[in-house]
């Protein structure tokens, strides 16, 4: 068995830009498991997360184009993409008509356990750098990407009103970015 090829961030997204199906197969097995783990936090219907993974690849071949690495990391950016899947997946009608189905009929909830998505967000290192912001911007993080929640949501969660929840939390990812 060969052993594949290692891509500099730089090559990577000169490959995909070009759409060379080796360099998606490249990302797919470097970046599936850490995508996978933003869904899990969000979603505990294995089925569901697999095929919002799959939807998310796809979104990111599709739409590989509109990528702009002077505005961010291609990881922060496939991130958000995928977050973003899930968020829309949840709050969609047929989703939520699903579960309402799925309660009537009194049906078994799959077993997911809920460590496997933090554990693999700290190989990553980032529960660490977040764990180093101001707690009052850490909930917000924690709230915003592991939780899902909207910045609206996050304002009623806490009581605070929505300019401050938006100025935390860009503040929060300034500092997370110089991490």
């Known amino acids: 068995m060969s052993e ?3 891509y500099s961030e730089e090559e990577l997204i000169m ?28 979603v505990d219907d294995l089925q569901l ?4 993974l799959q939807e998310a690849f796809l979104k990111i071949w599709n739409n590989f184009a509109q990528y702009d690495s002077g505005k961010g990391r291609l990881f922060t950016w496939m991130i958000n993409i995928t977050r973003n899947l899930t968020i829309d997946t949840l709050r969609s009608k047929g989703f939520r008509k699903q579960q309402q189905i799925s ?5 078994v909830v799959n077993y997911h356990d809920k460590n496997t998505g933090s554990d693999k967000f700290d190989t ?4 660490k ?7 009052e911007q850490r909930s917000i993080i924690d709230l915003a990407y592991f939780a899902g929640y909207t910045q609206d949501e ?11 929840v938006e100025n935390r939390m860009r503040s929060a990812i300034l500092e997370l970015r110089k991490l």
């Open 4 to 6: 594949q090829k290692k």
């Open 15 to 42: 490959l995909l830009k070009a759409k060379d199906q080796y360099a998606f197969s490249y990302l797919y097995d470097n970046y599936a498991g850490a995508l996978n783990a933003v869904i899990s936090r969000m």
């Open 49 to 52: 997360s697999e095929d919002i």
């Open 103 to 107: 309660k009537d009929e009194n049906s």
């Open 124 to 127: 990553m290192g980032l529960r």
């Open 129 to 135: 750098q977040v764990s180093n912001l101001k707690p």
């Open 154 to 164: 996050i304002s009623k969660e806490l009581g605070i009103p929505l300019g401050t």
